[in-house]
């Protein structure tokens, strides 16, 4: 694997996150976080603490970058803790995965199945976090849906573009 293409990868996308997509909230309900797709290719070869570790620096970033209170780190620390077992349940066989998750490595299917299920949880426990209670429950479940939906858009447009 090529490290340093993979950092300069995720300096761009975390950068796109912070002065372009941060900027862009439509309607108040849609937020798109494009970050986690920095999450979700991380190779698979790391043990489970580095991956959290990882997950918990991403989140730090966005925190900052946010002002969030933490919010970010407890969702990419929860992406990651759920990842391999995610993928365990998607792939019988982890020897076909090589060190990349990918859409060549898991089939369109999989690789869909893995991207939603992951942006969707993430998604989810950053607006449930963000209301501070189950009281807003409905702008929660509302915000998760149209921000989810227009992240896994863009994910699929990258990858789609970067495969082609």
Not at 10 to 35: E, K
Not at 53 to 82: E, K, T
Request: charged share 10%.
């Amino acid at each position: 694997m090529d490290w340093t293409k993979q950092i300069i990868r995720y300096v761009i996308v975390m950068l796109l996150q912070v002065l372009l997509f941060d900027r862009l909230q439509l309607g108040g309900v849609c937020h798109p976080y494009i970050y986690v797709l920095c999450l979700l290719m991380f190779p698979i070869t790391l043990p489970h603490s580095v991956d959290m570790l990882l997950g918990a620096a991403v989140g730090l970033i966005m925190d900052i970058c946010c002002n969030s209170l933490g919010i970010h780190i407890a969702a990419c620390v929860l992406l990651m803790f759920i990842r391999p077992y995610l993928l365990g349940a998607i792939v019988n066989d982890r020897d076909r995965l090589n060190e990349q998750i990918s859409l060549r490595a898991l089939g369109l299917g999989g690789w869909i199945e893995y991207v939603v299920i992951l942006v969707v949880i993430h998604h989810f426990a950053v607006f449930q976090l963000g209301a501070w209670g189950w009281s807003h429950i409905g702008f929660v479940l509302l915000s998760t849906l149209v921000s989810s939906i227009v992240t896994i858009s863009i994910i699929v447009a990258y990858n789609m573009l970067k495969f082609k």
